[in-house]
């Protein structure tokens, strides 16, 4: 979808959240005229999607691929002019990690739920008890799990318990940091059910909404890291002339009663910093659910402000080894660990060096990057990981994947690592969650000028977010337009025949 075309020249307009939804409604926005300022709390653009250096190496962050089941991510990119970057990973695979070991992962389907159970990495990963159930898929009639409102709820009444422990489980954990019995299945998967019903199977089901990804990977990267994705979206909001203020915490939102102008109030500046008044015609909430509540919550109607669960906390450790044992990329491209192993703590590892051909590359010879990540969701208490401090985590994943990869990894392997936290990054999408974001967007009607963007809204992931972000930024445009003409045509009336404008205008506020 190219930017829009619609036009709304001299108006300005406040974008809370410099990740990509609000670097992309900010452009979006740019692009019709409007003059922009951009508002971040932290020091660095691109929320989840941001870059560290790591033994001279400068990696991703944060999110390290988008998902190609559409082309919404690949045109931007194109826009961009960095079509040419895109990468795709090694097409080894990745793995799982069960009690009993490591095994590669079915690559059949979505999820982790199995396409074709014929598959020999299903049968290797089912007991034979466990496949018998899951076959009860295909005669089950299709409406069986139509009232399951998580995806875990789904899998086991179709397919049965070990499908969902065995193979689902490890990998949404993985992947959404929630267990598939915590997710709200509208919000994960909202096509699944209607294509059960077409199909008459759940595995049928998953196996065609995987071939709606291109032949060969579901994700692509960019040469040098989805951070190079940010970076271009800054440099273009930079040539666009848009405002963009880091450090800058929102912390609640002002409107005036007569001009219905959006200020927002900062969080006390540091020492010496100058605090800055920002109002605008319009504005975009780009913030995690919580933070859009809060901001919002206030001036909208009583009960339409939801309340948004907090997100899971999450700690990335990356560790950069010298370790010839890891050249032939024993565990493919990576591992979900299945909760059920209590030998190792981490939920996934990436061996960022077999995935991705450009790592290995600046990496060099025998020097391996590989990524485990920390914090199910479910875990709770002062023992959870995330709350580990980074040198004991550090130790913990060197453990970790010396027991994943079964190659030995000590500190005496180890050139760098980091560790990198985030909270408020992954929505809790639990059942209730789109009903949820649906009633607040609707909610949001009631006040002139305003939009919702961001993963909270979208669903997670960067396919979800750009897609979102640019189809709602380009209806808001358009209504903003109608209202601009509708208003201009009321002014000539009165010009006109002396009618008061303000007959025409009725506050929304
Ligand atoms: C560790 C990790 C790995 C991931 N890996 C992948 C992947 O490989 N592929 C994929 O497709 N997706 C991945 N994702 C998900 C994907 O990155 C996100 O869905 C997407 O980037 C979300 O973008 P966003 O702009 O909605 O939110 P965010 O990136 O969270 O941005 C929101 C921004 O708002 C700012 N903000 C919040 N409150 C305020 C305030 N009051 N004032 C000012 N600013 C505020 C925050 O600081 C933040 O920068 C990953 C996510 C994480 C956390």
Do not use: C
Not at 27 to 54: Q, Y
Not at 58 to 73: I, K, N, Y
Not at 372 to 393: A, K, M
Not at 424 to 451: C, I, M, Q, W, Y
């Amino acid at each position: 979808m190219a930017p829009s075309r619609q036009r709304l020249p001299k108006e300005t307009a406040i974008v809370i959240g410099g990740g990509i939804a609000g670097l992309l409604a900010a452009r979006e926005l740019a692009t019709a005229g409007v003059k922009v300022t951009l508002v971040e709390k932290r020091d660095h653009l691109g929320g989840s999607v941001g870059a560290h250096r790591v033994a001279g190496l400068v990696l991703d962050s944060g999110a390290e691929a988008f998902a190609t089941r559409t082309q919404d991510v690949a045109n931007l990119l194109e826009e961009l002019g960095l079509a040419d970057k895109i990468v795709s990973p090694n097409s080894s695979g990745s793995w799982l990690y069960l009690p009993e070991g490591a095994a590669p992962a079915p690559r059949t389907g979505i999820l982790g739920i199995p396409g074709d159970l014929r598959d020999p990495s299903v049968k290797n990963i089912l007991t034979r008890k466990g496949m018998r159930r899951a076959k009860l898929d295909r005669l089950l009639p299709a409406s069986a799990g139509e009232n399951a409102k998580t995806l875990g709820d789904l899998v086991r009444v179709r397919m049965g318990q070990e499908v969902l422990d065995r193979l689902v489980a490890p990998v949404v954990s993985g992947v959404h940091s929630m267990h598939p019995n915590q997710l709200e299945l509208a919000t994960i998967a909202p096509t699944l059910k209607q294509k059960i019903a077409q199909l008459g199977s759940l595995a049928a089901a998953s196996a065609t909404l995987r071939q709606a990804s291109p032949a060969g990977a579901q994700v692509s990267g960019i040469e040098g890291g989805m951070n190079v994705l940010s970076e271009a979206l800054v440099d273009d909001l930079r040539r666009k002339r848009v405002r963009i203020l880091t450090g800058f915490d929102a912390i609640a939102i002002d409107r005036d009663p007569i001009t219905h102008d959006w200020t927002l109030i900062q969080r006390q500046p540091e020492a010496g910093e100058k605090a800055a008044a920002i109002s605008g015609k319009y504005l975009v909430m780009a913030s995690d659910g919580a933070t859009a509540a809060r901001l919002l919550g206030p001036h909208m109607p009583a009960g339409l402000a939801p309340s948004v669960a907090s997100s899971p906390e999450i700690a990335l450790v990356t560790l950069v080894v010298d370790q010839p044992a890891l050249n032939s990329n024993p565990r493919g491209t990576g591992l979900l660990v299945s909760e059920e192993v209590q030998t190792v703590r981490a939920k996934a590892m990436t061996h960022a060096s077999a995935k991705w051909a450009w790592v290995r590359e600046r990496a060099g010879e025998n020097r391996h990057v590989v990524r485990l990540s920390y914090g199910r969701g479910t875990d709770s208490g002062p023992l959870q990981e995330v709350n580990l401090y980074d040198d004991q985590l550090i130790t913990l994943a060197l453990h970790d994947a010396s027991k994943l990869f079964d190659v030995s990894l000590t500190k005496s392997h180890l050139v760098g690592a980091d560790v990198v936290r985030w909270s408020s990054a992954v929505p809790t999408a639990s059942p209730g969650h789109r009903e949820k974001t649906a009633a607040f967007r609707e909610g949001l009607k009631n006040l002139d000028g305003v939009t919702a963007v961001g993963a909270w809204v979208a669903g997670t992931g960067l396919a979800a977010v750009t897609r979102d972000t640019r189809e709602t930024l380009q209806t808001f445009i358009s209504q903003q337009r109608g209202a601009a003409e509708r208003s201009a045509a009321a002014e000539k009336a009165e010009l006109a025949d002396g009618t008061p404008v303000e007959a025409f205008e009725e506050p929304q506020n």
